[in-house]
């Protein structure tokens, strides 16, 4: 109890530093919100693309297909063959972003067409895995399997084509295809996922800061007179920093509902969760900054630590950036991470808003980050036990 009232007193030392961390909150993540919120709409709306077509079938149905493709995309046709440095050439023009997709239409197509095969079928080539390239690739193979189910039915050529022309215009089928919800953040759950870098950043640097001024030879040497063991002194510190990080959690959870009910949302779908979610996170800031604390001499090196950790998390782990637009390779490097797991849960969440039922993946996002939590106290711990005995 001693040890936790002199927390709580040590707390004012440090309120400007918490003070700061809550304005960059509060200031940038409403305009992080603001822009990730359009640029999600924009995702899943048609581009019009720079599409060139080499057609080298030049027949009815190669002819039906460009023109298809022409009604919403920028076409250019180039009939007959074209050489292999020719097709090299149009590649790094989709690399460079000269192109934006190359569909190459074999010879054959057509009467393979006619005939119920399917060993010649179109190439094509695109830059990056954009949405606009995904959907027009997609309403390719939709238009050549409506073809081909006409032409199975004993329909002609010009009927089939025409046909199958109408049926997309009517159906739209491709736009449902990559219209996937979980990715479709609210404003709520993009602020929720900003979280991960404010609250995270807070905890650690304030939680370290404390930590290390315990840690002074003279503060340490009363409390240790005092007769108090190791784990008692720990444990009042523990509880503590457990109850500001509450605080600090149910605040940055205050600033994003706050920021709803400006915006004409009266309601967060999925709120018990994402306070939850934020909860485990409070739980692993606080083992970060606990663990940075024993291994910092001062302040500013818990400040250098806590930043250029929880900022190298947040870019790899998908806070700042989209994690759909990392490469694999870090994409498998954030898994080892406690923020990947926080803003996977926030993604799972905005998936299942609408009925409230994560299942088990929700459950394992949770005790991933308590295990990460967990691991950085006995980290710390296992060191502070160590600097005391060595110390004396």
Not at 104 to 131: N, V
Not at 247 to 262: E, G, K, P, R, Y
Not at 291 to 302: E, F, K, M, T, W
Not at 378 to 392: D, P, T
Request: proline share 2%.
């Amino acid at each position: 109890m001693p040890v936790f009232k002199a927390v709580l007193k040590s707390v004012k030392a440090y309120w400007m530093t918490f003070l700061i961390y809550s304005l960059v909150f509060v200031s940038f993540a409403p305009m992080q919100a603001e822009s990730l919120a359009e640029r999600n709409e924009k995702v899943f709306q048609e581009e019009k693309l720079a599409v060139t077509v080499i057609d080298q079938d030049d027949s009815l149905l190669s002819r039906s297909l460009a023109d298809e493709l022409g009604k919403t995309q920028q076409v250019t046709r180039i009939r007959g063959y074209v050489s292999e440095s020719e097709i090299r050439r149009l590649k790094d023009d989709v690399n460079f972003g000269i192109r934006d997709y190359v569909l190459i239409l074999p010879d054959g197509l057509g009467q393979a067409a006619e005939e119920g095969h399917t060993d010649i079928r179109p190439r094509f080539m695109q830059g990056g895995t954009s949405a606009a390239g995904q959907l027009m690739t997609t309403r390719i193979d939709q238009y050549l399997n409506h073809l081909a189910v006409y032409l199975q039915s004993g329909y002609k050529m010009e009927d089939a084509l025409k046909d199958t022309a109408e049926d997309l215009t009517l159906a739209d089928e491709s736009r449902v295809v990559l219209e996937r919800q979980e990715v479709r953040l609210t404003r709520a759950s993009i602020l929720f996922c900003f979280n991960g870098y404010s609250l995270s950043m807070m905890l650690c640097i304030f939680v370290g800061c404390l930590a290390l001024k315990f840690r002074q030879k003279d503060l340490a040497s009363r409390i240790r007179v005092s007769g108090l063991s190791f784990w008692k002194r720990n444990g009042g510190f523990f509880g503590a920093i457990t109850a500001i990080g509450i605080l600090t959690a149910f605040l940055v959870i205050a600033v994003v509902l706050l920021d709803a009910i400006l915006h004409g949302q009266h309601d967060v779908p999925g709120l018990p969760l994402y306070i939850l979610n934020t909860l485990a996170l409070m739980c692993v800031g606080l083992g970060l900054g606990y663990l940075i604390s024993s291994i910092a001499q001062n302040d500013g090196a818990v400040n250098l630590l806590a930043n250029m950790v929880v900022l190298s998390m947040c870019f790899i782990c998908g806070v700042f950036v989209d994690i759909r637009f990392l490469s694999p390779a870090v994409v498998k490097a954030a898994h080892f991470m406690p923020l990947y797991w926080y803003n996977t849960g926030v993604e799972t969440i905005a998936e299942h808003s609408a009925d409230g039922t994560v299942g088990e993946a929700f459950i394992m996002q949770l005790v991933i980050q308590l295990a990460f939590s967990a691991v950085f106290f006995a980290g710390g711990l296992m060191i502070s036990k160590m600097r005391e005995r060595y110390n004396g």
